[in-house]
């Protein structure tokens, strides 16, 4: 077994570093971490793949391992910890299709107006019956998620619970202070969040 010492990396650097072994055939890898994001997100790519993973606490934090026994099988898995909707049409450009939320408002002539078009938006998207496959949210876009967002909060689990997985950019909570208020979504990282752009077969920015 491999063992990649990524103490002190934040992610998304746990995560190429893992990525990179693995598709390099590596069957049977360990991932050394200190931080709780980078061992959720080694587990979605571990489960992504089709593998065994366990976690096991050490000495500085949790050793995060990969077996390619094909228990899983490749499933895609929502944030909740479902398994994401197969219904999602699929083209030759990918599947089903993601929406990019990178402000708290549509617009920007009347901040108002655009926060009222943006809740409009979600609410939109989780009553239409076409759930987007992910929804991914960076930069100001987080704020829409914290404690207090009551509307946008109610909208966002309900396409969760339509199967949509919602990605939600650590470095941005970070950056406003805001971690420990997300209330709905999945601590998430630039990797994971480029890579639901590129499997779609479509990307709709807000």
């Known amino acids: 077994m491999k063992i990649i010492d990524a103490f002190g990396k934040q992610c998304p650097l746990p995560l190429v570093m893992a990525k990179k072994e693995l598709d390099a055939g ?22 992504k793949k089709g593998m065994d993973v366990s976690v096991d606490v050490i000495e500085g934090g949790w050793l995060v391992s990969f077996a390619d026994e ?6 895609e898995l929502t944030a909740n910890g479902s398994v994401a909707s197969s219904g999602a ?4 450009l990918g599947c089903g299709y993601a929406v990019f939320v990178n402000g708290d408002s549509i617009g920007t002539n009347d901040g108002e107006l655009g926060g009222s078009l943006m809740k409009m938006a979600l609410y939109t998207l989780s009553e239409a019956g076409d759930p987007p496959a992910s929804l991914l949210f960076m930069n100001e876009g987080v704020k829409l998620l914290v404690e ?14 339509q199967g949509t997985e919602v990605l939600v950019c650590g470095t941005c909570l970070d950056f406003y202070g805001l ?3 997300l209330a709905v ?11 639901r752009m590129r499997e779609a077969a479509k990307v709709i920015a807000l």
């Open 148 to 161: 207090g967002q009551d509307q946008n909060i109610e909208s966002v689990s309900k396409l969760i619970s």
């Open 179 to 181: 971690k420990d208020k």
């Open 185 to 195: 979504g999945e601590v998430s990282n630039m990797y994971d969040i480029l890579e």
């Open 89 to 92: 049409a699929c083209g030759p």
């Open 26 to 47: 590596c069957q049977e890898l360990a991932v050394q971490v200190d931080n709780e994001t980078a061992v959720k997100n080694l587990s979605r790519l571990a489960e």
């Open 70 to 75: 094909g228990g899983f099988g490749v499933q």
